[in-house]
């Protein structure tokens, strides 16, 4: 729901660059309108483009978080390892 309020905010602004014609009394768009829409679709034209130069990850790719987490266990394992040869030892 709230991603479709933000399509709104941007229409909003561009129909506010619509103006009164004052022979005919139409609604015509003004510059506002066409700026608005110029950065519409230029925002759609580099979002799409970025989409398409961004490299996909492999599904199988662990996280970030994934990593430091199996970082993190392996560090744990590695201490009661060495805990557990040093009371062997003892």
Do not use: H
Request: glycine share 8%.
């Amino acid at each position: 729901m709230k991603q479709k309020l933000i399509y709104l905010l941007f229409i909003i602004p561009m129909l506010q660059g619509c103006v009164e014609n004052e022979q005919t009394g139409e609604m015509t768009p003004g510059w506002l309108f066409w700026v608005f829409l110029g950065l519409l679709l230029g925002g759609l034209f580099f979002g799409a483009f970025f989409k398409f130069l961004r490299k996909n990850k492999p599904d199988d790719l662990p996280t970030k978080s994934e990593q430091e987490i199996e970082a993190y266990e392996e560090t744990l394992r590695n201490k009661l390892k060495k805990n557990s040869d040093e009371d062997n030892k003892k």
